[in-house]
């Protein structure tokens, strides 16, 4: 019980502390290795299996290798020890790596000692304020706070400097199908075109034909308002392009919030003016609905 209420008593001892431990390493940079704690083998080294970044360029690791053959790794690593001699990466997982290709047998080290949620919110830290984590990779590390350690949104948005619809659109992003997330993943896609895909009913297939056309976002939005009407003419087209029209900003940022929020699509159908509406919850599988009874019931 103890240990449960310790993971969700907050953001682990302070983000600002986690951040002065990153900022610590850019500030010995200059300084060469003998600025850290001591020199570990390297094959006493393991990354973090939670590690939000799951892409590393190879080029750029190339690049850094030779960086690191010539001048060394400047700036050390942040570990924590996990026993018998062997260290696990908190941040610095991208220098490891080139390590490796350049043939180090030790690297410059900073031992910490960090709990689970600190490991996690060190790694989003590090890769996010060097705009080092692509959207599905961030909304990833931010879903990961949310599900193993409790944060809310809110909370995240304070402590790291975002702000709260940032956090919620990103989130969202995870909701498109696997096919899609993959497109975004590898860059093919961008965040924004992701997000207009959201509503659509066959996100896949207009992924594919924006991604084929090269098409902006605006004419991604285009795209899936022109699904969303479908092959009707005349008055029925007119009644849904007034349909559309009615559902305000607010009402839709609402249902982002919702769907970020239930990790499922979440629809509202409410007209200005009016004190009553419905909201629709689409799930994908008999899980998703045992995950909602549970919302709904508290349990």
Known sequence: MADRQDKRR???????????????????AAQGPAAAEQMV???????NPDQPRKRFAQEDLDDLAASIKEKGVI?????????????????GERRWRASQLA??????????EFTDVEVLEVAIIENIQRADLNAIEEAAGYRQLMDKFGHTQEKMAEALGKSRSHIANLLRLLNLPDSVVELVR????SAG??????????????????????????????LVKKEAAGP????????????TDEKDADTKA???????????????DHKPGDESGRLTVQYKSLEELDTLCRMLSGS
Request: hydrophobic share 45%.
């Open 193 to 222: 075109h992701a997000r207009a895909l959201i509503p659509s009913k066959d996100p896949l297939k207009l992924a594919q034909q924006i991604v084929k056309g090269g098409l902006s976002v605006r004419a991604a939005e285009a």
């Open 186 to 189: 590898r860059g093919d896609l």
């Open 41 to 47: 083998p390297i094959e006493r080294i393991s990354p």
């Open 10 to 28: 907050g953001l682990g001892r302070g983000l600002s502390a986690l951040m002065a431990d990153v900022a610590e390493t850019e500030a010995v």
């Open 232 to 243: 009707t003419t005349g008055a029925t087209a007119s009644a849904r392009r007034s349909d």
């Open 254 to 268: 609402l249902e982002g919030d919702l769907s970020a929020a239930t990790g499922m699509k979440v629809f509202i």
């Open 103 to 112: 043939q180090l047998h030790e690297l410059p080290v900073i031992i910490r």
């Open 75 to 91: 700036q050390p690593l942040i570990v924590r020890a996990r026993g018998n001699g062997s260290y696990e990466i908190v941040a």
